[in-house]
Structures are given as C-alpha cells and as structure tokens.
C-alpha cells in the first residue's frame, strides 16, 4: 500500500522514490545497545524474570527496573512485549564529561 501523503512530499522536495526516509536509513537492526527498562520501586526482580521469560539477552535487576542487551529489534519488543516497564531508555552512547 503506498503512503500517499508521503509520496506526495517527495514529489514536493523533488526526493527520489528510491531514497529512503530519514528514519529508514539511521536506524539498522544490528548492534550490541544497552537497555535499561524502568520499573515501580520493588518490581525489579519481576520485571526481570518477565524479560528472562521473553527470550531478552542477559536480563539484570539494578535499582530502579533492569537492563538487557540487543539491537533495534529489542528496542522495538521491549515496547510491544514488556508490560512491567514503565519506561525504556535505550543507551545508544556514553561519554565522560570533564569538570571545568
């Protein structure tokens, strides 16, 4: 089925039909990203075992909910599958900032 009003920007911007959309291309479905996935205080060890039972890579309770590993197609089943994260937060980076 085509997206007509995202056919019709292309057509605006004078985009070619092969080029994929911004979002398409940053986002690859390989890599090694930390999860973390916020929970209630007190349901750690439960939103745990519910990412264990959901086939998650390396479940871990730590304060505040757990953390798994995986790449964009976890992101997107934490969201669909997960009913005891509240919120997740998927660390893409990390740097040290230095004190001035």
């Known amino acids: 089925m ?6 019709g920007r292309r057509r605006q911007k004078g985009v070619d039909d092969c080029a994929p959309t911004r979002y398409e291309a940053g986002m690859d479905t390989v890599g090694d990203i930390e999860i973390f996935l916020v929970t209630f205080p007190g349901a750690e060890a439960l939103l745990c075992a519910e990412a264990r039972e959901k086939g998650f890579i390396d479940p871990t309770p730590i304060k505040g ?16 599958e997960l009913r005891g994260a509240c919120r997740m937060l998927a660390r893409v980076s990390a740097f040290q900032a230095k004190l001035v």
């Open 65 to 80: 909910g757990a953390t798994v590993r995986g790449g964009w197609p976890e992101v997107w089943r934490v969201n669909l």
């Open 2 to 7: 085509v997206d007509i009003a995202r056919e």
